[in-house]
């Protein structure tokens, strides 16, 4: 079954310490992002890429970076977490020439910064 | 003002019943229009995707879009418990990268 999935699934770590966010994903999408979810923010767009030389800031990058490794692969960094990035973080795709743009979802990492 | 607006909710309504969800959009260009559904601490999952003024029926949900007053809106009929959940309403313009999101309607189904 084509889907996106993402590792760790939860994740506690401290203040300053580098962390990374994966993401993997077997619909063969070009279109891969980061987001962001806090209560009461809706998600908010922190990376994006569209293929694996293109990759752009979203509204939330700072204290942020990503890396395309592959089509398939697309993970987040903290450089040095702080705990404001406590949030759920969502992996999406989309593929533009099907349909019009549907997004498609991974189940998100639950990361704590103490 | 926002650009996607959605009542915070809860919108509670009985088991059975029709609940009506509803989204406002501030882009006059937007033309892609999807609801999403999303379970606590479970990431959103799509339920439709709305292009054109006019319903679009899939199941026991119907989107319906209404560009000139810049509404979509979500019926789901037969609510069932497990509808309960929260409903994002998502919007984008064609030719951007960009989706924006409402922070969604939080819908308790009773039973």
């Known amino acids: 079954d084509a889907d996106v999935t993402q590792t760790p699934r939860n994740r506690i770590t401290k203040t300053g310490k580098r962390i990374m966010l994966e993401c993997s994903q077997t619909?063969?999408?070009?279109?891969m992002y980061w987001y962001r979810q806090d209560p009461g923010l809706g998600l908010r767009l922190i990376y994006y890429?569209?293929?694996?030389?293109?990759?752009n800031k979203g509204e939330i990058s700072d204290g942020y970076s990503v890396s395309r490794q592959a089509q398939a692969k697309f993970s987040l960094s903290l450089e040095s977490a702080i705990p404001n990035q406590t949030a759920l973080y969502f992996c999406?795709?989309?593929?533009?020439?099907?349909?019009?743009?549907?997004?498609?979802f991974g189940p998100g990492t639950r990361l704590t910064v103490l | 003002q926002k650009e996607v607006e959605q009542n915070s909710g809860p919108l509670s309504v009985p088991e059975g019943a029709i609940a009506s969800l509803n989204c406002t959009y501030s882009?006059?260009?937007?033309?892609?229009f999807f609801w999403y559904r999303q379970y606590s601490g479970k990431s959103p999952e799509l339920i439709m995707s709305i292009y054109s003024n006019g319903d679009k029926e899939d199941g026991r949900f119907t989107a319906q879009l209404n560009k000139a007053s810049q509404y979509v809106s979500l019926l789901i009929r037969d609510s069932q418990p497990s509808d309960s959940a929260t409903y994002l309403c998502a919007v984008k313009t064609s030719g951007t990268y960009k989706y924006i999101f409402g922070t969604g309607t939080r819908l308790k189904v009773l039973a």
């Open positions: 619909k063969g999408h070009d279109r």
């Open positions: 999406a795709t989309s593929n533009p020439s099907g349909g019009e743009g549907e997004q498609f």
């Open positions: 890429s569209f293929d694996v030389k293109d990759i």
């Open positions: 882009d006059r260009v937007s033309q892609s």
